[in-house]
């Protein structure tokens, strides 16, 4: 168990340089200086701009500045951001709680929704129910988050005048954009528990329990739903990366406060300390939920935990 | 007795009618995530939205005349080698931390704007060939230059050069634009980055300048909000979450301004139109002649219909027609009025022909394509799209890629492109010095003409505003003449606004509002 947990550890370690890493080669291969950027509009004189590239350290050779990262990275400093003049982690600080929280609440909504779904196209199989709990799950599957968000704005908002359109807040700024969000994660999530749980319907153990006289609901949320759920948790786990992606045109489309925003600022901007910071902690997330399904799973079917073990 | 008190009854009811009664509150739309608000680091437009009205500058300028008027500053004198400017300030002006204003901390500001260490994106350079400052005394303050610079008024006048609290700026350091301190007729509550910035009306205030309406602001709090994409913000205005907005789409401007619970306030914008530079270093944009044929093969006014639903007026010339030391010469002596026979003569005469009968031209076996760099904002895919559309027509081939900023950045100063649109907004025609003085960073035509050069240079120096008017006349000119860039359009801000939002007017630079002027509608 401890060799195992220290396993993990040092693959999250891994990972996460891996991801600071990549971060900082693939803003060197984007084409576009950041100084200029900063500067052109102001009328600096080129000497003007060659000495801010300097001050920012853009002149000294590549080993150096990753050198210079990684120290400052394990110092814990992810360094000030270019266009703000502040600190990154600060600013991710600032920015990390609302994405967190409708992250969160998104995931609640596709989970719920996607097991629903998906259970109930299993359970009705090959009837109506079933078509339309899979059309369903598809349009939420392949709608953009972009414009189903907008549709529901011109609905809840603009025409029921039920909720808020825009902004962050209680729960009331909250609901739309997790629904929104929520909505294209139950998609992916129903239609896995959906084949899992016609899998499990045919398995042996259910047959047994059917044998044994146990009642139709019971078996399903009792047995086979539980079965369910662990693939649901992995594809949410899985789906980490998209929800992060979402949370970007969400929080642009309800003009909510969030990392996706900062991030889509930081790279059109080559503020390259932000989008570093951003992408460390969107490895640290991944790294996290991962780990959380994995023991969630575990606890959920007991041949993983003999194994583990 | 009785007669008194309905006499002093009376009067009060009058004086209370006459002057506004402070209270309620607003939200008001911004378009930007701005990047990073501290206006004496931060370059963003969106910053000043706010922000002008918490800060006050040195002088002011009439949208209205072009004047400068008194400040901060009661007034001024500039040394005839227009090298050195003492300001003499008004007295009785305190911060919103209790801090007295006065030279030094004029100093204090100004210091602070060009110190290496605070990496200023803008503030900094609107100076010019700032040399330092000197306090006189408590209320006389000299900037000190070492050449002659025309736009310092001009740059004075806006709030990235207005007047921070000493005492709060060396409490906070870098974390000082959540906490901002100024002397204007609002005070800066929160920012919640991402969310919202909060301002309060300062009862203190007393010394605006004349061009103010009111004495002291009427509404009581102003709560901003950011809506950065664009088909979000009219929803904002009609389920009441947004009570004024800046840069509503063209369509919904149409829209909104059939409502009655709305109103549109287009505020041209002066600065460089939105124009198309054209590569005059790279074949076969070298050919005055194909220049001149792109722009009679451009159709403008359909252009700016089709994009812009007839919002902002068609451009003629590098000015907008609102920006001091504009030409309207410019548009009379070029108009390059659409005329696609005259632009197929002219691409006949410079040599190209369909030879192969493809419906491209070509001309010793080269087809005639241009590379189009495109951004992502202003609408430049969309005009780049109709561009191409229209000279498809005359036979020209257009090959079009949109980048992001610094990548369209990197591209124009490697001479990459043909052709690459850009809009700038500034008050000063010393503008014109950023894209065709041969040296500047947004040359994007890649001009060399050294009487131009000179021209530009002379108008950054000289102050007489009749000399400089020649000069910027004869730049404008210039630049139609040799056809360096295709004109689109001037830009315009549409305003969304509630209609319980009154008496909004806004600057010189027409983006910054006059927060102290609003009224509530009853």
């Known amino acids: 168990m401890v060799r195992n947990a220290a396993r993990r550890l040092l693959e999250a370690a891994f990972v996460l340089w891996l991801a600071a890493t990549l971060a900082f080669l693939a803003l060197q291969l984007t084409p576009g200086d950041p100084a200029q950027a900063l500067l052109a509009a102001s009328g600096a004189t080129p000497e003007q701009v060659a000495a801010r590239r300097a001050q920012l350290g853009l002149d000294d050779p590549l080993p150096l500045q990753y050198l210079r990262y990684l120290m400052e990275l394990l110092r814990g400093d992810l360094g000030q951001s270019w266009l703000h003049g502040r600190s990154v982690g600060r600013m991710i600080a600032e920015q990390l709680p609302p994405t967190v929280e409708l992250a969160l609440a998104a995931t609640a909504v596709g989970v719920t929704l996607g097991v629903a779904l998906g259970t109930l196209a299993a359970a009705r199989r090959d009837t109506w129910l079933d078509a339309a709990a899979t059309a369903l799950a598809v349009v939420g599957l392949s709608t953009p988050v972009y414009g189903s968000g907008l549709l529901a704005i011109l609905l809840f908002s603009l025409h029921l005048r039920w909720l808020p359109a825009s902004g962050t807040g209680g729960l009331a700024h909250l609901l739309l954009p997790a629904l929104v969000l929520g909505f294209a994660l139950a998609g992916s999530i129903a239609r896995v528990v959906r084949s899992r749980v016609v899998e499990v319907l045919g398995a042996p153990f259910v047959l047994a329990a059917r044998a044994r006289g146990v ?95 | 007795m009785k007669r ?49 009205s918490v800060y006050d500058t040195l002088v002011y300028q009439d949208p209205a005349t072009g004047e400068f008027v008194p400040g901060l500053a009661e007034r001024w004198e500039v040394s005839d080698d227009g090298r050195v400017y003492t300001f003499h300030l008004r007295r009785g002006v305190t911060f919103h931390d209790g801090t007295p204003f006065n030279a030094e901390a004029v100093r204090f500001n ?95 205030y007393a010394w605006g300048p004349p061009i103010y309406e009111h004495n002291t602001a009427t509404v009581e709090e102003i709560e901003f909000r950011f809506f950065t994409d664009p088909a979000t913000r009219s929803p904002a205005l009609e389920t009441g979450e947004a009570d004024v907005m800046g840069e509503i789409p063209p369509q919904d401007a149409a829209r909104l301004s059939q409502s009655e619970d709305f109103r549109i306030e287009a505020v041209p914008i002066p600065g460089v139109s939105l124009m198309f530079f054209m590569n005059t270093t790279r074949p ?70 369909d030879s192969d009968g493809d419906g491209l031209l070509d001309r010793d076996g080269q087809p005639l394509t241009l590379d189009m760099v495109l951004m992502g904002w202003g609408f430049m895919p969309e005009v780049g799209q109709l561009l191409a559309a229209q000279w498809a027509e005359l036979g020209i081939g257009v090959n079009s890629r949109v980048v992001s900023y610094p990548e369209a950045l990197q591209a124009a100063s490697e001479g990459q492109h043909h052709l690459i649109p850009f809009t700038l907004s500034g008050s000063d025609p010393d503008i014109l010095r950023k894209f065709f003085h041969s040296q500047a960073g947004f040359n994007w035509s890649l001009v060399n003409d050294p009487e131009m050069d000179g021209w530009l240079e002379e108008g950054a120096r000289v102050s007489d505003p009749a000399q400089r008017a020649t000069l910027y006349s004869q730049v404008q000119r210039r630049v139609m003449e040799q056809a360096l860039v295709i004109p689109i359009r001037d830009y315009v801000n549409p305003n969304g606004v509630s209609n319980r939002v009154q008496n909004l007017r806004f600057d010189a630079r027409g983006w910054f509002p006059w927060l102290i002027d609003v009224t509530l509608a009853r």
């Not at chain 1, 693939?231 to 969030?258: D, H, I």
């Not at chain 1, 996290?288 to 799973?297: E, G, H, K, V």
């Not at chain 2, 920006?323 to 691409?347: I, K, Q």
């Open chain 1, 215 to 309: 009642s139709g609901r019971r078996l399903l949320l009792g047995h086979v739903l539980r079965a369910a759920l662990g693939p649901a948790l992995m594809v949410t786990a899985l789906q980490f990366g998209f929800l992060l992606g979402g949370a970007v045109v969400t929080e642009s489309v309800f003009a909510r406060q969030g990392l996706g925003r900062l991030a889509l600022q930081a790279i059109l901007w080559r503020d390259l300390p932000v989008v570093r910071g951003v992408v460390l902690v969107g490895a640290l997330a991944y790294v996290l939920s991962n780990l959380l399904a994995d023991l969630a799973q575990t606890a959920l079917d007991p041949r993983l935990r003999e194994e583990a073990t």
């Open chain 2, 4 to 52: 008194f008190f309905l006499l002093a009854l009376l009067l009060t009811l009058l004086l209370a009618g006459c002057a506004p009664r402070p209270g309620g509150r607003i939200v008001y739309g911004l378009t930007l995530s701005p990047s990073g608000i501290d206006p004496h680091v931060n370059a963003s437009s969106e910053l000043g939205i706010p922000l002008t």
């Open chain 2, 110 to 204: 100004l210091e602070r704007i060009t110190s290496d260490e605070l990496a200023s994106q803008k503030a900094r350079f609107m100076l010019g060939p700032y040399e330092g400052v000197e306090v006189v005394d408590e209320t006389t303050v000299r900037i000190l230059l070492s050449e002659p610079f025309a736009p310092l008024l001009d740059s004075l006048s806006q709030v990235y050069l207005g007047m921070a609290s000493p005492a709060a700026v060396e409490q906070w350091g870098t974390e000082y634009q959540l906490h901002q301190v100024g002397t204007g007729p609002y005070m800066f509550v929160e920012y919640v980055p991402g969310d919202h910035l909060l301002l309060r009306r300062n009862p203190d």
């Open chain 2, 284 to 353: 076969p944009l070298d050919d005055l002649r194909v220049r001149q044929a792109l722009l009679y093969g451009t159709d403008r006014p359909a252009i700016v219909s089709t994009v812009f639903r007839d919002t902002s007026p068609v451009a003629y010339g590098p000015l907008s027609a609102v920006t001091f030391g504009y030409d309207p010469a410019v548009r009379t002596e070029y108009p390059y009025s659409y005329d696609p026979a005259r632009a197929a003569a002219l691409l006949a005469e410079a040599g190209w022909a």
